[in-house]
C-alpha cells in the first residue's frame, strides 16, 4: 500500500472543490473490468476534509467507560429479516437491564403499532427501572413527533431522539433542499419537540437527543451550523444537556478521520458544557471499534451502538466488544459480562442470527487452541499463573492475568478452561498433555508427552478432524494400558514384593510372557530394579531410562500412575500403569513399555 502524505486528511473540512476523478486505480497495463470499476468511487479526503493539525487523540488514553446507549431494540431492530416479536423484544429489553444499561433506545413508536405498542407495555406493565431511561426515536415530522410524546405518557423519564439527514449527497438527492432547508427541518423538529413534551412534563421527565442523521457524509462545517442552530432551540444547561450525536451513518472513511472529526466537533461546538457528545458508528468498513475508541480519545461522551454488532448493513459497533476491550485494560466497563453464554443465546434468540464463533471475546472458538504451539504457551502459562498465586497464598481468580494468546481469562465471563485446548492435525505435544492432564488426571512426562503426541498426530493425520479429549484418553488406553493394548507380551498376575534388612527388595510375579504362565522372582534397590531383574532372568533384558509416579485420584479410590522409559531391544519406548498400588502400577508400566517395543 503507497501512502500520499499531501493527500491526508488536512486543510478545509468543505466539501472539496477538487473532487475530479483522479482516483487512478490499478497501474497494470490492461487492467482487468474490476481494476476499472475501482475508479468509479471517490477517496473520502477528496470530498471531506478536516482541518485539525495539532490533533490531540493520538496521545490520549482511555481512563473510564463512556456512557452506553444500546440500541438493539431500534438501529438492530429494524436491520432484522423478520423484526422482533414483542416476547423477543422484552427479553432483549430485560437483558440490556439486567447488564446494566441505563439509557436504552426502545424503538421508533411512531414508525408502526408494534413499536408503539411495545413502548406502552414497557410504561403500563412497569418494566422500566428508575434509573433506566428509555429513547425513542422520530423523523423532524409533526405527524410523528405528536405520537411519539403520545406514546411516553406515564413514563417516569425518557430521551427523545430527532433526527434528520444533513448530508451533501441526501441533501441532494432525497430532500432537494439547501443547507438552510436542511436546517429548518432540525430546528422545526426541535421547536415540535419542546411543543409536544408540554403536555407530558412534569410528570415525565424529556431530554433530548439530536442527530445529524449521514454525518459522516456531511461538511464539519455545516454539522456545526446545524447541531448549534438546534442547540439554541433547546437551550441546554449543564444540568439538561442536550445529547448531539454524531453517527457514521455510514463508514465511509478510516477511524482516524472519524477521530479527526469528533475531535474538531467536541472543540468547536458552542455550549459544550451544555451538551453530551455521543458516537454512533457504523461497520461499513470494518472499523467501528477503532472509531469508536479513537472517537472516545477524541472527546466523546458517549456511545450507542448493539450487542455483538447488530444493526444495519454491516451493523452498528459492538457493545460486548467496547466493554470488554475496557474489561481487559483494568477498566470497569460499567456492563456485567461475567456470564457471556446466556448473554449471546438471549441476543441470538431475539434477533434469530447467530454470532460468529470468532466474535471477539463471545465466539465458541475464540478461547480455544488448536496449533501446538500456542497449546504449549497456554498450558506453561496457566501452571506458571498457579504457582504465582500459590507463592502470593492468594486464589488464581484474584492473580494479575497473564496467559500467553489469551487476552482474557476466560472464567471471568463465565467461560470454562474445558474448551480452551483442542487438538486436531495442527497440535503439538502441549495440547494433547493438557487435555490428559485437566480432563483425566494423567500428567505425563515431557519426553512421554513428545511420544505420545506423535500417535495421536498419526490419528488426526489419518482422521484430518479434531480428535475430542474422550477420544485422546481411548488412544491413550489402547497405546499404553496392557489390558488394552494390541500386543500382550507380557501380563501379570500375583505378585508379592518384601523388604530385607539391608534394603534389598525382593519380588516375586507370576507373568505370562508369550502365552506361557510362568514364575519369575528378582531383587533390587526397589520394586523396579527388583522385577527388570527378574525379567533378566528369563532372558527379557529391558534398560529402564527414567520413571516418575503420582497419585491420579483423592480419597480412598486414589490410584497411582506411574510412567516408565525403557531401552527395549535397541528401542527407547515408554510405558504406564495404573493401579492402587504403586508396586503393581510400575510392574504394569514396564509390561506396558515391553508390549509397545
Ligand atoms: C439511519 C437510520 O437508521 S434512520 C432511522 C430509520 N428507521 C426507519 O426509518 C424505521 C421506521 N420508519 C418508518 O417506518 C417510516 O419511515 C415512517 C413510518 C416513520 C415514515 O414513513 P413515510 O411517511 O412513508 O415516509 P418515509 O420514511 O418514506 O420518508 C419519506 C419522506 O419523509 C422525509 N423525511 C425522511 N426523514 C426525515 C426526517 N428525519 N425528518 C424530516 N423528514 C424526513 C423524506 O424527505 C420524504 O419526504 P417526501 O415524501 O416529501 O419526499
Ligand atoms: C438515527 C441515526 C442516529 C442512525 O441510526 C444513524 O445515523 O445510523
Ligand atoms: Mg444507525
Same mark, same amino acid.
Given at each position: 500500500?503507497?501512502?500520499?502524505?499531501?493527500?491526508?486528511?488536512?486543510?478545509?473540512?468543505?466539501?472539496?472543490?477538487?473532487?475530479?476523478?483522479?482516483?487512478?486505480?490499478?497501474?497494470?497495463?490492461?487492467?482487468?473490468?474490476? @481494476?476499472?470499476?475501482?475508479?468509479?468511487?471517490?477517496?473520502?479526503?477528496?470530498?471531506?476534509?478536516?482541518?485539525?493539525?495539532?490533533?490531540?487523540?493520538?496521545?490520549?488514553?482511555?481512563?473510564?467507560?463512556?456512557?452506553?446507549?444500546?440500541?438493539?431494540?431500534?438501529?438492530?431492530?429494524?436491520?432484522?429479516?423478520?423484526?422482533?416479536?414483542?416476547?423477543?423484544?422484552?427479553?432483549?429489553?430485560?437483558?440490556?437491564?439486567?447488564?446494566?444499561?441505563?439509557?436504552?433506545?426502545?424503538?421508533?413508536?411512531?414508525?408502526?403499532?408494534?413499536?408503539?405498542?411495545?413502548?406502552?407495555?414497557?410504561?403500563?406493565?412497569?418494566?422500566?427501572?428508575?434509573?433506566?431511561?428509555?429513547?425513542?426515536?422520530?423523523?423532524?415530522?409533526?405527524?410523528?413527533?405528536?405520537?411519539?410524546?403520545?406514546?411516553?405518557?406515564?413514563?417516569?423519564?425518557?430521551?427523545?431522539?430527532?433526527?434528520?439527514?444533513?448530508?451533501?449527497?441526501?441533501?441532494?438527492?432525497?430532500?432537494?433542499?439547501?443547507?438552510?432547508?436542511?436546517?429548518?427541518?432540525?430546528?422545526?423538529?426541535?421547536?415540535?419537540?419542546?411543543?409536544?413534551?408540554? %403536555?407530558?412534563?412534569?410528570?415525565?421527565?424529556?431530554?433530548?437527543?439530536?442527530?445529524?442523521?449521514?454525518?459522516?457524509?456531511?461538511?464539519?462545517?455545516?454539522?456545526?451550523?446545524?447541531?448549534?442552530?438546534? @442547540?439554541?432551540?433547546?437551550?441546554?444547561?449543564?444540568?439538561?444537556?442536550?445529547?448531539?450525536?454524531?453517527?457514521?451513518?455510514?463508514?465511509?472513511?478510516?477511524?482516524?478521520?472519524?477521530?479527526?472529526?469528533?475531535?474538531?466537533?467536541?472543540?468547536?461546538?458552542?455550549?459544550?458544557?451544555?451538551?453530551?457528545?455521543?458516537?454512533?458508528?457504523?461497520?461499513?468498513?470494518?472499523?467501528?471499534?477503532?472509531?469508536?475508541?479513537?472517537?472516545?480519545?477524541?472527546?466523546?461522551?458517549?456511545?450507542?451502538?448493539?450487542?455483538?454488532?447488530?444493526?444495519? $448493513?454491516?451493523?452498528?459497533?459492538?457493545?460486548?466488544?467496547?466493554?470488554?476491550?475496557?474489561?481487559?485494560?483494568?477498566?470497569?466497563?460499567?456492563?456485567?459480562?461475567?456470564?457471556?453464554?446466556?448473554?449471546? $443465546?438471549?441476543?441470538?434468540?431475539?434477533?434469530?442470527?447467530?454470532?460468529?464463533?470468532?466474535?471477539?471475546?463471545?465466539?465458541?472458538?475464540?478461547?480455544?487452541?488448536?496449533?501446538?504451539?500456542?497449546?504449549?504457551?497456554?498450558?506453561?502459562?496457566?501452571?506458571?499463573?498457579?504457582?504465582? @498465586?500459590?507463592?502470593?497464598?492468594?486464589?488464581?481468580?484474584?492473580?494479575?492475568?497473564?496467559?500467553?494468546?489469551?487476552?482474557?481469562?476466560?472464567? =471471568?465471563?463465565?467461560?470454562?478452561?474445558?474448551?480452551?485446548?483442542?487438538?486436531?492435525?495442527?497440535? &503439538?505435544?502441549?495440547?494433547?498433555?493438557?487435555?490428559?492432564?485437566?480432563?483425566? &488426571?494423567?500428567?505425563?512426562?515431557?519426553?512421554?508427552?513428545?511420544?505420545?503426541?506423535?500417535?495421536?498426530?498419526?490419528?488426526?493425520?489419518?482422521?484430518?478432524?479434531?480428535?475430542?479429549?474422550?477420544?485422546?484418553? %481411548?488412544?491413550?488406553?489402547?497405546?499404553?494400558?496392557?489390558?488394552?493394548? $494390541?500386543?500382550?507380551?507380557?501380563?501379570?498376575?500375583?505378585?508379592?514384593?518384601?523388604?530385607?534388612?539391608?534394603?534389598?527388595?525382593?519380588?516375586?510375579? =507370576?507373568?505370562?510372557?508369550?502365552?506361557?504362565?510362568?514364575?519369575?522372582?528378582?531383587?533390587?534397590?526397589?520394586?523396579?530394579?527388583?522385577?527388570?531383574?527378574?525379567?533378566?532372568?528369563?532372558?527379557?533384558?529391558?534398560?529402564?531410562?527414567?520413571?516418575?509416579?503420582?497419585?491420579?485420584?483423592?480419597?480412598?479410590?486414589?490410584?497411582?500412575?506411574?510412567?516408565?522409559?525403557?531401552?527395549?531391544?535397541?528401542?527407547?519406548?515408554?510405558?504406564?500403569?495404573?493401579?492402587?498400588?504403586?508396586?503393581?502400577?510400575?510392574?504394569?508400566?514396564?509390561?506396558?513399555?515391553?508390549?509397545?517395543?
Amino acid at each position: 500500500m503507497a501512502v500520499n502524505e499531501h493527500a491526508a486528511p488536512v486543510g478545509s473540512t468543505s466539501q472539496s472543490a477538487t473532487s475530479s476523478q483522479s482516483n487512478s486505480g490499478s497501474t497494470c497495463e490492461n487492467p482487468s473490468d474490476f @481494476a476499472r470499476k475501482a475508479r468509479r468511487y471517490q477517496p473520502y479526503h477528496q470530498q471531506f476534509r478536516v482541518n485539525l493539525p495539532d490533533r490531540q487523540w493520538p496521545d490520549r488514553y482511555i481512563e473510564t467507560a463512556p456512557a452506553w446507549c444500546a440500541v438493539d431494540l431500534r438501529d438492530g431492530n429494524q436491520a432484522l429479516i423478520d423484526p422482533m416479536t414483542t416476547e423477543r423484544k422484552k427479553r432483549m429489553f430485560q437483558l440490556l437491564v439486567d447488564m446494566g444499561y441505563k439509557e436504552i433506545e426502545v424503538g421508533f413508536p411512531a414508525a408502526s403499532q408494534t413499536d408503539y405498542d411495545f413502548v406502552r407495555s414497557l410504561i403500563e406493565e412497569d418494566l422500566i427501572p428508575d434509573d433506566v431511561s428509555i429513547q425513542v426515536l422520530v423523523q423532524c415530522r409533526e405527524h410523528l413527533i405528536e405520537r411519539t410524546f403520545q406514546s411516553l405518557r406515564g413514563a417516569k423519564q425518557a430521551i427523545v431522539h430527532f433526527y434528520n439527514s444533513t448530508s451533501t449527497l441526501q441533501r441532494e438527492v432525497v430532500f432537494g433542499l439547501d443547507k438552510d432547508g436542511i436546517t429548518d427541518i432540525a430546528t422545526q423538529g426541535a421547536r415540535l419537540c419542546l411543543k409536544y413534551a408540554a %403536555d407530558l412534563t412534569p410528570e415525565t421527565a424529556i431530554r433530548y437527543e439530536y442527530s445529524p442523521e449521514s454525518y459522516s457524509g456531511t461538511e464539519l462545517e455545516y454539522a456545526l451550523e446545524v447541531c448549534s442552530a438546534v @442547540a439554541e432551540v433547546i437551550k441546554p444547561t449543564p444540568e439538561w444537556p442536550l445529547i448531539i450525536n454524531l453517527p457514521a451513518t455510514v463508514e465511509m472513511a478510516g477511524p482516524n478521520v472519524y477521530a479527526d472529526s469528533i475531535e474538531w466537533m467536541h472543540r468547536h461546538l458552542p455550549n459544550r458544557e451544555s451538551l453530551v457528545l455521543s458516537v454512533h458508528p457504523h461497520n461499513d468498513r470494518g472499523c467501528a471499534v477503532a472509531a469508536t475508541e479513537l472517537a472516545v480519545q477524541a472527546g466523546a461522551d458517549r456511545v450507542e451502538g448493539c450487542l455483538f454488532g447488530n444493526g444495519e $448493513r454491516t451493523g452498528n459497533v459492538c457493545l460486548v466488544t467496547l466493554g470488554l476491550n475496557l474489561f481487559s485494560q483494568g477498566i470497569d466497563p460499567g456492563i456485567d459480562f461475567s456470564d457471556i453464554d446466556e448473554i449471546k $443465546r438471549t441476543v441470538e434468540h431475539c434477533n434469530q442470527l447467530p454470532v460468529h464463533e470468532r466474535h471477539p471475546y463471545a465466539g465458541d472458538l475464540v478461547y480455544t487452541a488448536f496449533s501446538g504451539s500456542h497449546q504449549d504457551a497456554i498450558k506453561k502459562g496457566l501452571e506458571h499463573l498457579e504457582r504465582k @498465586a500459590a507463592d502470593a497464598g492468594q486464589p488464581v481468580d484474584d492473580t494479575t492475568w497473564a496467559v500467553p494468546y489469551l487476552p482474557v481469562d476466560p472464567r =471471568d465471563l463465565g467461560r470454562s478452561y474445558e474448551a480452551v485446548i483442542r487438538v486436531n492435525s495442527q497440535s &503439538g505435544k502441549g495440547g494433547v498433555a493438557y487435555v490428559l492432564k485437566t480432563e483425566y &488426571g494423567f500428567d505425563l512426562p515431557r519426553r512421554m508427552q513428545l511420544e505420545f503426541s506423535h500417535v495421536i498426530q498419526q490419528h488426526t493425520d489419518a482422521v484430518g478432524t479434531e480428535v475430542s479429549a474422550e477420544a485422546i484418553h %481411548d488412544i491413550f488406553r489402547t497405546e499404553y494400558h496392557p489390558d488394552y493394548q $494390541r500386543q500382550q507380551r507380557l501380563v501379570i498376575g500375583a505378585q508379592s514384593a518384601s523388604s530385607n534388612r539391608d534394603g534389598t527388595v525382593v519380588v516375586d510375579v =507370576d507373568v505370562t510372557v508369550n502365552g506361557k504362565e510362568q514364575k519369575i522372582s528378582g531383587s533390587g534397590n526397589g520394586p523396579l530394579s527388583a522385577f527388570v531383574d527378574a525379567l533378566t532372568g528369563i532372558g527379557i533384558n529391558i534398560d529402564v531410562r527414567d520413571y516418575t509416579e503420582h497419585a491420579l485420584s483423592a480419597g480412598h479410590t486414589a490410584q497411582a500412575a506411574a510412567y516408565v522409559e525403557c531401552a527395549i531391544d535397541g528401542q527407547t519406548v515408554w510405558g504406564a500403569g495404573v493401579h492402587p498400588d504403586i508396586v503393581r502400577a510400575t510392574m504394569r508400566a514396564v509390561a506396558s513399555a515391553l508390549n509397545r517395543a
